[in-house]
């Protein structure tokens, strides 16, 4: 299983941008998508989660909350974030992540996830 994330770019404070993350390889029907990521100088960060159960429910870090999307293609094989109203402070690199065979426990956590995307960079200026 690979990921390709893509999307990235330069934008203003108050854009949007929508970024993908595809998936070569198989995804199991239980599987949960997750996005992180690392600012300048920063650790990496939980950004938001796909959960496949019941047909599909997003969660999202308080700080991204009512600004950020997730959704994915019934074919399971890409997931997007579309980030909106977009802050200086979300200048990072956006890594996407999956874990095949998703039974539960925290999807915020890195170590969950096998597979990771090689990150693309989202800087906001002001």
């Not at 999307?7 to 992180?36: E, I, K, M, N, P």
């Not at 874990?99 to 990150?119: L, M």
Request: charged share 20%; with cysteine.
């Amino acid at each position: 299983v690979q990921l390709q994330a893509s999307g990235g770019g330069q934008v203003q404070a108050g854009d949007s941008l929508r970024l993908s993350c595809a998936v070569s390889g198989r995804t199991y029907a239980s599987h949960v998508w997750g996005w992180f990521r690392q600012a300048p100088g920063k650790e990496r960060e939980f950004v938001g989660a796909f959960v496949s159960w019941n047909g599909g429910m997003a969660r999202y870090a308080d700080s991204v909350k009512d600004r950020f999307t997730i959704s994915r293609d019934a074919a399971r094989t890409t997931v997007w974030l579309q980030l909106n109203s977009l802050r200086p402070e979300d200048t990072a690199v956006y890594f996407c992540a999956l874990r095949n065979g998703y039974h539960g426990g925290s999807y915020s956590r890195e170590d969950i996830y096998g597979y990771w995307g090689q990150g693309t960079l989202v800087t906001v200026s002001s």
